[in-house]
């Protein structure tokens, strides 16, 4: 089935330890975006690639970086996790106006 | 700026009723607005979009309407069961990007009650 998958689904890291995490897609959408998600809060857009044209919202912090290397993969870097940074992060794919979401992954900053 | 507010953080409904979720938006002027579910530690799940012409949109149990004077949407599912406890969340494209970057609401559970 085509799918956005993200690696890994838990991810801890120590303060201030840099941390990469990965997103995938198989349905060759040419938007993809990064979301943070915080408890019963609403996902909170990072940025969006359409094609290879970077997005940055306005308020991301700098400490926030993407890459996306070709259609299918999606990095989020994280440089200097703080302990606010705890969340779960989502990736989502779009060719239209509805957007797919993978599974997220679970940052936890210790 | 740019608002979306989902009317309460939590619903709780009996089996069998119908169960009805508001997004509200100010300062905004969308051409579409879309609604997805989410569950307990997964991502959002698209369920349905309506265009800012269309005054209702059907899919088996769910229907949304979309009101642009009142500057909101309604979103019922019928005959709701247990199955459908999860928080549903509403979006608006985001007018300032390119692309089709949205803004989500915080979301509201609903929890159904067998």
């Known amino acids: 089935d085509a799918m956005v998958i993200q690696n890994p689904r838990y991810q801890v890291t120590q303060f201030g330890k840099p941390v990469t995490l990965s997103c995938s897609q198989t349905l060759n959408h040419n938007v993809m975006y990064w979301y943070q998600q915080k408890s019963s809060q609403a996902p909170k857009l990072l940025f969006h690639?359409?094609?290879?044209?970077?997005?940055n919202e306005a308020d991301t912090p700098d400490n926030f970086q993407s890459r996306r290397p070709n259609t299918s993969f999606c990095f989020l870097d994280i440089r200097s996790p703080g302990l606010g940074d705890a969340a779960m992060y989502l990736c989502?794919?779009?060719?239209?106006?509805?957007?797919?979401f993978g599974p997220g992954t679970r940052l936890t900053v210790t | 700026s740019q608002k979306i507010e989902q009317n309460s953080e939590a619903l709780n409904i009996q089996e069998g009723k119908t169960a009805t979720l508001t997004c509200n938006y100010t300062?905004?002027?969308?051409?579409?607005l879309q609604w997805y579910r989410q569950d307990p530690g997964r991502g959002p799940v698209f369920l349905l979009l309506?265009?800012?012409?269309?005054k209702e949109k059907r899919k088996e149990r769910l229907k949304v309407t979309f009101d642009t004077t009142l500057k909101q949407s309604l979103f019922h599912i019928t005959a709701s069961q247990p199955a459908d406890s999860a928080t549903y969340l509403c979006?608006?494209?985001?007018?300032?990007?390119?692309?089709?970057?949205?803004?989500f609401g915080k979301g509201t559970t609903l929890s159904v009650s067998s």
């Open positions: 989502a794919t779009s060719r239209a106006n509805e957007q797919y």
């Open positions: 690639y359409y094609d290879k044209d970077f997005n």
């Open positions: 979006a608006l494209e985001n007018n300032n990007q390119a692309g089709t970057a949205l803004i």
């Open positions: 309506i265009r800012e012409n269309e």
């Open positions: 300062n905004y002027s969308p051409a579409y």
